[in-house]
């Protein structure tokens, strides 16, 4: 099989299961919602938190973990697989990786409307290097119970993983997360006016 039809079936592996809209399903499977009418209208959980159902949030929030890691994990076995095969193929977890975060953020059902990528990145991170998954959990956690802003938690736990990566993590990854987290950054620019001007949600708050 060509190196290049490899990388394409990896990519669109990747972006397919990072495009699984996991809150909208269980939302409208158990909620008889749909979330994009809630809250901010975003698809991930802390939008799905809003509605009340608790139980479905984390679900929510396991599943968008879940599907960063399982595209990840693949490819990596895929390519310990064609190690034998080829020459300096590339690294297909970057790819995996990457496209599983851009397949949350702007899934095709959706009309490209998904979340801000801060689940998906974290189960990426996870699989890629675990310093760098725990370093995003724990710095995640910690913001948003300071700030009780879910927003603040997020992308502070992108920076953190971006930045143990680049501090102690390997080299060829850097670039990776560094491109995640800009993205990430990106899809937050409402929620940075917010809070600027004073007016992001809080955690428990209904928007």
Sequence with gaps: MSPW????????????????????????????????????????????????????AALTLL?????????????RCVGHHLAGHYLHFPDLV??????????????????????????????????TWWL???AFAF??????KLSR???VGGMAGAIAATATTLFFGPTAYISFFAAMTILLLWRHQDNIRRL?????????EKK
Excluded: Q
């Excluded at 710095?139 to 948003?144: F, G, K, Q, R």
């Design 5 to 56: 039809l490899i990388i394409a079936l990896i990519l669109l592996m990747g972006y397919g299961l990072g495009s699984i809209p996991f809150g909208l399903l269980f939302a409208r499977r158990f909620g008889a919602i749909d979330i994009r009418a809630v809250g901010s209208g975003n698809i991930g959980a802390t939008n799905v938190l809003r509605t009340g159902r608790k139980d479905l």
């Design 63 to 75: 599943f968008d973990i879940g599907k960063g890691v399982v595209a990840v994990l693949l490819a």
């Design 94 to 127: 970057p790819i995996a990786g990457g496209s599983a975060f851009i397949g949350h953020c702007y899934p095709v059902w959706l009309r490209f409307r998904g979340g801000k990528g801060v689940a998906t990145m974290l189960g990426v991170s996870f699989a």
């Design 132 to 134: 760098a998954g725990f």
């Design 139 to 144: 710095v995640w956690l910690l913001s948003a």
């Design 149 to 151: 802003y879910s927003s």
């Design 196 to 204: 600027l001007l004073g007016k992001e949600t809080r955690i428990g």
